[in-house]
C-alpha cells in the first residue's frame, strides 16, 4: 500500500496557522526535561489549536535541536512545524519559540473538544465531525472498557470505510470520515481521531510492509497501560477480521517493519486473549455466562461469539427474549458488525448487587 509522507517545514522563519484559530499565542514558558514532556507540551498546545508557544529544552534532553525536533513532535498533530532561536538559557539549556500548522484530524477533534473551534473548521471537517459523532454515539457505551471501545470502533470503521485504490495517496481522515474513502494513512488517522474523542491514546506508526512498500498504522494504549498494534486497514475486508487488533509487537513483524526503537513496546501477552475477551460457540453458552456476570453486579458484559450453525446477526427473537429474561434485565444490545466471528455487548439496567439476586 503507498503512503505520502506528511511534509515538514523546518526554518527559522515565523509560520502562520492555515486554518482560523481561537487561542492567542501563549507567552508562558514550559521547561521540558524529557521527550515525553515535549511531546505533551504539543498535545496541549494542538488542543485548542494553539498556533505557538515559548519552550525551555534542558541540556540534553535534544542534543541538535534542528535535527532531532522534527522527530520529537507527532506527525500527525500538526502538518508543519517550526521553531524560532530566542537565546541561550542557563546550565546548557536552549529557550525556542515552538510555532505549528495543524492537520486535519487535529482540528476536527479540537471541534470536537470545544464547540466554539467547530465554528472555525471547513465544511468537509464538519461533514467528517458529524460521521465521528454518529461512530461514538452508535458504537460506543459508556459501561464499556478501552479495549471493548477499541473493538467496537474498529468495527465501526472498517464499516463506514473503503480502501481508495484509485487514490492510493489519499491519507486524509477528513476524506475517510466524510467520502467513506481513502488509503492505510487515512484509516490510522480516523481511528486515532475517533479514540482522541474517547480519551484512548494512540500513535501513528510510519512505517512499510514486508515486501517494503510504505504502510501506516497505530498503536493503542489501553487501561492496562500497555501499547497495542492496531491495523484496521488490513482488517478490512480480511477473512481473518481480526488479526490486526490489539497485536503485539512479535505478531506484527511478521508482515510489517518499522523503526521499532522510536515506539513504545508492546507485551509479550496479546490483549485479545481468551482470558479478557471471552468466546462462545453459541448464543446459549454467551447468555449463560452473561446472566452469571449480570448476577455478580457487573454493569455490562462483553465476549466473541461464532456461530457457525446459527444466523450470524443477533436475532430480534433472541434480544427480545433476553430483554424479558427472568434472571437478567438487559438494557442495551450492541453488536459489531455481522458474520460468523463478531463482538457482543450487554449493557445491564441498573440494579444493585442485592436487588439481582432475589
Known amino acids: ?30 521547561v521540558v526535561d524529557s521527550l515525553e514532556s515535549f511531546r505533551a507540551v504539543v ?14 529544552i534542558q ?34 539549556t536552549r529557550n525556542i519559540r515552538l510555532q505549528l500548522t495543524y492537520s486535519d484530524g487535529t482540528r476536527i477533534l479540537a471541534g470536537y473538544k470545544h464547540p466554539e473551534i467547530e465554528q472555525t473548521l471547513s465544511e468537509d471537517e464538519l461533514r467528517a465531525l458529524d460521521a465521528c ?18 473493538l467496537f470502533l474498529h468495527d465501526a ?14 491519507q486524509s481522515c477528513t476524506s475517510m470520515m466524510a467520502e467513506g474513502m481513502g488509503a492505510c494513512g487515512a484509516y490510522a488517522r480516523s481511528m486515532r481521531l475517533l479514540l482522541g474523542m474517547l480519551g484512548i491514546p494512540q500513535r501513528i506508526i510510519q512505517g ?61 501477552t ?12 453459541s448464543e446459549e453458552a454467551f447468555l449463560q455466562a452473561a446472566q452469571i456476570a449480570y448476577r455478580s453486579g457487573a454493569p455490562a458484559y462483553c ?7 446459527t444466523d450470524a446477526s443477533f436475532t430480534k427473537t433472541r434480544e427480545a427474549g433476553a430483554a424479558k429474561g427472568r434472571s437478567m434485565r438487559i438494557a442495551r444490545i450492541m453488536t459489531t458488525s455481522s458474520g460468523p466471528d463478531r463482538f457482543v455487548f450487554l449493557s445491564f439496567r441498573n440494579a444493585s448487587s442485592s436487588a439481582r439476586a432475589k
Not at 133 to 150: F, G, N, P, W, Y
Not at 157 to 170: C, I, K, P, Q, R
Not at 303 to 309: D, G, Q, S, Y
Open 1 to 30: 500500500m503507498k503512503h505520502k509522507h506528511t511534509s515538514l517545514l523546518i526554518t527559522l522563519a515565523f509560520i502562520a496557522a492555515s486554518a482560523p484559530v481561537l487561542a492567542a499565542s501563549d507567552k508562558t514558558r514550559n
Open 43 to 56: 498535545d496541549r498546545m494542538a488542543d485548542t489549536l494553539q498556533p505557538e508557544k515559548d519552550i525551555t
Open 59 to 92: 541540556q540534553g534532553v535534544i542534543k541538535n535541536t534542528a535535527s532531532h525536533l522534527p522527530r520529537c513532535v507527532y506527525f500527525d498533530n500538526a502538518t508543519h512545524h517550526a521553531y524560532m532561536w530566542l537565546n541561550n538559557g542557563n546550565n546548557g
Open 133 to 150: 459523532k454518529a461512530i461514538i454515539r452508535d458504537a460506543v457505551h459508556e459501561d464499556m472498557t478501552s479495549l471493548q471501545k477499541v
Open 157 to 170: 470503521l472498517a464499516h463506514h470505510a473503503m480502501y481508495d485504490y484509485e487514490d492510493t495517496s489519499n
Open 208 to 268: 512499510s510492509n514486508k515486501d517494503g512498500s510504505p504502510h501506516c498504522w497505530g498503536l493503542v494504549q489501553l487501561e492496562d497501560g500497555e501499547w497495542y498494534h492496531l491495523d484496521v486497514t488490513k482488517d478490512d475486508d480480511n477473512p481473518n477480521r481480526y488479526q490486526y487488533l490489539c497485536v503485539t509487537d512479535q505478531e506484527m513483524s511478521m508482515d510489517h517493519n518499522w523503526e521499532k526503537e522510536e515506539y513504545p513496546d508492546t507485551p509479550v
Open 270 to 281: 496479546p490483549a485479545l486473549t481468551n482470558a479478557r475477551i471471552p468466546q462462545f460457540f
Open 303 to 309: 465476549a466473541r461469539l461464532t456461530c457457525k450453525e
